[in-house]
């Protein structure tokens, strides 16, 4: 069979037009998704939101931030994540969506882990986006219940607010059973003496701390100030690790009390009644 040759001249034609009509479709589809030429995508990951910023201030791409979250090992602002990641090949004019390290640190309430297991303690206070540090055992009947939360050397009590990452130590009881002291006499002394008496010669501890108001007015006060009522009462018995509760006025007003009186009446529950006392005679 004898093709004619106008068969074979339609043929080419047809497969000539497809081919341009191919090539024609890929230059515009090019045309049209990659108007222009594409870019690389920078790593910004470590670099502070300032440095990214700089650092294309000169390519045609744009920063925004979607989220930011605190974490206390990383630069304020500092990029924690990108996208398109790195080394991406995106349109010019392309916007970047940054997650940074937040400027400041949210608040959160520090939870109740007192006379709760250390393991416990722990994951309350992680949960609650806090750190631990040191643990400081003291003296008390049951081993790695929580006595109270630290911070600076001072009780944290719970409720109190304080930056997610803060670090907290944990005083926790060292379990040394049922054995009896007598208590001591506190009367005259502050806050950080009978802490050491208590904590050196009698293995107890420091309970409720009341101050006089009419005479502690601030922080340095408070660190002059002196017991002039503790509960349990002198010579009573308590087991180690327990607790003596103490209540603290102003050293000068002590003095003057002392001076005035030969000792302060066990009868007296507050400074207002040795005001009183006073005024009376």
Known sequence: MVSSPSVWINLLVVVGLFLL???ATLQYLKSYTDHGES???PPLIGMTLEEAESFIADRTMELHVMDSIYNPDLKPGEVINQNPSPGSKVKENRTLYLTIRSYQAEEEPIPDVEGISLRNAISKLKNAGFTIG????RPYKYTNAVLYVSYQDEKVE??????????FD??????LGDTRVLVPNLIGNTLDEAEFILLGGYNLNIGAVEY?????FSKRDSLNAVIYRQQPEPESQLRIGEFVDVQLMGKAKFEALMDS??????????PMELNEEQDAE
Do not use: C, Q
């Open 39 to 41: 870019v690389t995508v």
């Open 261 to 270: 009186l030969i000792a302060i009446p066990d009868t007296m529950d507050s």
């Open 134 to 137: 040191d643990r400081i055992y």
């Open 158 to 167: 719970p409720g109190m607010t304080f930056p997610k990452g803060t670090e």
């Open 170 to 175: 944990l005083v926790v009881g060292n379990g």
């Open 212 to 216: 006089d108001t009419t005479t502690v």
């Open 21 to 23: 009509l191919s090539i």
